[in-house]
């Protein structure tokens, strides 16, 4: 017996805010604006790398608020032997990806990699943006496949992700 196929199964990787997300401008920032913390430029209507204009207005970014308050967008926890067994490597590919994203979308980066000691034993990644946590995700299980699966939480401006190798 087949089950019903639904729309978003395994097609629709999109990440939907189900829930405002409060470290989002309520409107448009005064342009030419940069992050006091980061240097990052907000120029039409979004936040870049590159060069400060001289009359920019200061202001702190998403990422960096979301960074000071310890308020992820993204948890993915890492569990298994693989973990256990080759930390450092799992860790530098998340950094990599981290780097990877970061280039282009500023608001993208890794808050915190900690141990997590209570069961299950693992790594824990939070992320200033629910879509790194899918992508480091998503790039583990290419990497070294395992099982890996996200969802968004209903109440919450965050995505859970596991991956298990």
């Not at 693989?82 to 799992?90: D, I, P, Q, T």
């Amino acid at each position: 017996m087949s089950t019903p196929h639904h729309p978003r199964d395994k097609k629709d990787r999109s990440v939907r805010a189900r829930k405002h997300d409060q470290y989002k401008a309520k409107g448009k920032l005064r342009e030419p604006s940069v992050c006091r913390e980061c240097q990052a430029v907000y120029h039409k209507g979004r936040w870049m790398w590159g060069p400060v204009p001289s009359d920019s207005h200061e202001v702190i970014c998403p990422a960096c608020e979301r960074i000071r308050d310890g308020a992820p967008s993204g948890v993915l926890l890492l569990t298994g032997d693989f973990v256990a067994k080759h930390r450092e490597e799992v860790v530098g590919l998340a950094r990599n990806e981290e780097a990877r994203l970061k280039a282009e979308h500023p608001l993208a980066r890794i808050i915190r990699i900690e141990d997590q000691t209570e069961a299950p034993e693992g790594v824990v990644i939070t992320t200033t943006d629910p879509h790194l946590a899918r992508r480091i995700g998503e790039a583990l299980h290419h990497a070294h496949r395992g099982t890996f699966a996200c969802r968004y939480e209903e109440n919450e401006d965050l995505l859970r992700a596991n991956w298990e190798c």
